[in-house]
T-cell receptor
């Protein structure tokens, strides 16, 4: 069973739309959670950390549900520049293990 | 964010040769660096964890004699793909762990083995 599972998409949305991605993780001992963004043929870049209380950064909101073992990312007012693959990441073993989901591809269309 | 560089960005080599990839943290010291491999349309797969001054920890299924890792200083880790074969062609990405455990990724090295 994979450590982290994501819907690969693609999610095709118009500019201005709100879109949400979910990600589930299998190990209840997972400690920290992140969303990364990866553009085509580039390295992943940290988008935001995910806290139990939920956190927001501009148009982006991340939520963690430990009981159900899933995290979510909500993007409001989508921009063309949001088009990318969004990777869900969980850590274990005091940050010595990072597990990446396979990513969810987002295409924002004009 | 912190800057991590990788060199080379792209390499094409013949089957049977060895290729060395360097990963440097440019503006911070990283006691821990990670090496990943990503095949097309797949997720990043952790290959090994590199700790400065000690042996690397390899993930299950990754041959330590084929993928040699050296982390000789707090700013440099190297991955050497020995006796490369076409199936080793992939995107290799390193990351360095920052002061609050976040990972900063290098730009990646695209290896093509002919």
């Amino acid at each position: 069973r994979k450590e982290v599972e994501q819907d690969p998409g693609p999610f095709n949305v118009p500019e201005g739309a709100t879109v949400a991605f979910n990600c589930t993780y299998s190990n209840s001992a997972s400690q920290s959670f992140f969303w990364y963004r990866q553009d085509c043929r580039k390295e992943p870049k940290l988008l935001m950390s995910v806290y139990s209380s939920g956190n927001e950064d501009g148009r982006f909101t991340a939520q963690l549900n430990r009981a159900s073992q899933y995290i979510s990312l909500l993007i409001r007012d989508s921009k063309l520049s949001d088009s990318a693959t969004y990777l869900c990441v969980v850590t274990q073993d005091n940050f010595n293990k990072f597990y990446f989901g396979s990513g969810t591809k987002l295409n924002v269309k004009p | 964010g912190a800057v991590v560089s990788q060199h080379p960005s792209r390499v094409i080599c013949k089957s049977g040769t060895s290729v060395k990839i360097e990963c440097r943290s440019l503006d911070f010291q990283a006691t821990t660096m990670f090496w990943y491999r990503q095949f097309p349309k797949q997720s990043l797969m952790l290959m090994a964890t590199s700790n400065e001054g000690s042996k690397a920890t390899y993930e299950q299924g990754v041959e330590k004699d084929k993928f040699l890792i050296n982390h000789a200083s707090l700013t440099l880790s190297t991955l050497t793909v020995t006796s490369a074969h076409p199936e080793d062609s992939s995107f290799y990405i390193c990351s360095a762990r920052g002061p609050v455990h976040e990972q900063f990724f290098g730009p990646g090295t695209r290896l093509t083995v002919l």
